[in-house]
Nanobody, 116 residues
């Protein structure tokens, strides 16, 4: 399974970005997809996750600003990020947990930089 993330970049505070991550290869239809981020000098943290049934979970720091969604037919997960803050600056990683293989898959990461 390979994950290809896109959509990162440089944006001013208050702006928006949309991240996408497409999973390719042999992946079970029942899986969780999510986004994590890692800022310099900090540990990787969960940003948002979504089950194959559409249930979502968000970090408190992004609730009301970020929205995670997915297209099961395309095995793609999205992260719409609005009202971005400088503290959102990080490398964002796409993650898929496959319930059949019980495997975690990670994308290479995409850098989001929010300037003040």
């Amino acid at each position: 399974v390979q994950l290809q993330a896109s959509g990162g970049g440089l944006v001013q505070a208050g702006g928006s970005l949309r991240l996408s991550c497409a999973a390719s290869g042999s992946i079970f239809s029942i899986n969780d997809m999510g986004w994590y981020r890692q800022a310099p000098g900090k540990e990787r943290e969960l940003v948002a996750a979504i089950t194959s049934g559409g249930s979502t979970n968000y970090a408190d720091s992004v609730k009301g600003r970020f929205t995670i969604s997915r297209d099961n037919a395309k095995n793609t997960v999205y992260l719409q990020m609005n009202s971005l803050k400088p503290e959102d600056t990080a490398v964002y990683y796409c993650n898929v947990f496959d319930y059949e293989s019980v495997m975690d898959y990670w994308g290479k990461g995409t850098l989001v930089t929010v300037s003040s």
